[in-house]
């Protein structure tokens, strides 16, 4: 079984620049997650679909950050414009509805210069 | 709203010693709870999980974890560690009712020869 899949694996910007992060998660998988993992800390929640529909994006800075999952299976995670601060990895997880595990992505390291 | 807390960020063991990885959360409603491992530029492995039954669960790798409600903690336990066990342990917490996956700060653990 294919794991959940993120590209690119690494990214360089400078800051003001946009950026998007795509993610395809565990076929079958209605649940999908953004996480923005700064170095040293715990992943962050930055939104959660199911299927297509977000059920949380409370921590989502909605002024540069966006996110779609368009048929309710891929994902893309857009940042415009890039901070310096937004320098992190940022992890897609899915898993399947209810309360089971959640399967994560190896990440997209962010550097913003 | 639940929160999880890592009581320890940094724990260096010796080799074939015996480690516990604390954590504590908090819930006004009854959780699922995890444990995951990151290493080095990877993303997050489930490690084990507690959703019911037995408080003591048993996870990959030869570790374990205590579930006790009116401790409200769920620690990590391995009787004797290896050099392949140095990773960031990440604790999580999920209500019953679908909520978000909330991870702790992470614990560092150091295993040295």
């Known amino acids: 079984e294919a794991g959940v899949a993120q590209s690119p694996r690494y990214k360089i910007i400078e800051k003001r620049q946009s950026v998007a992060f795509w993610c395809n998660p565990i076929?079958?998988?209605?649940?999908l997650y953004w996480y923005q993992q700064i170095l040293g800390q715990g992943p962050k929640l930055l939104i959660q679909f199911q299927n297509n529909g977000v059920v949380d994006d409370s921590q989502l800075p909605k002024d540069r950050f966006s996110a779609e999952r368009l048929k309710g299976v891929d994902s893309t995670l857009k940042i415009q414009p890039a901070k310096l601060e937004d320098s992190a990895v940022y992890l897609c997880?899915?898993?399947?509805?209810?309360?089971?595990?959640?399967?994560f992505g190896q990440g997209t390291r962010l550097t913003v210069v | 709203a639940q929160s999880v807390t890592q009581l320890d960020s940094q724990v260096p063991v010796f080799e074939e010693a015996p480690v516990e990885l604390r954590c504590n959360y908090s819930?006004?409603?009854?959780?699922?709870l995890f444990w995951y491992v990151q290493y080095p530029n990877q993303g997050l492995q489930l490690l084990l999980k507690?959703?019911?039954?037995?408080?003591l669960v048993k996870g990959i790798n030869g570790f374990e974890a205590e579930f006790n409600k009116s401790q409200t903690s769920f620690h990590l336990r391995k009787p004797s560690v290896h050099i392949s066990d140095t990773a960031e342990y990440f604790c999580?917490?999920?209500?019953?009712?679908?909520?978000?996956?909330?991870f702790g700060q992470g614990t560092e653990l150091s295993v040295k020869p």
């Open positions: 507690y959703l019911s039954g037995s408080t």
């Open positions: 819930s006004s409603v009854s959780v699922y």
């Open positions: 999580a917490v999920k209500n019953n009712q679908g909520g978000k996956l909330i």
């Open positions: 076929s079958g998988h209605a649940t």
């Open positions: 997880a899915s898993s399947l509805p209810g309360n089971t595990e959640a399967f």
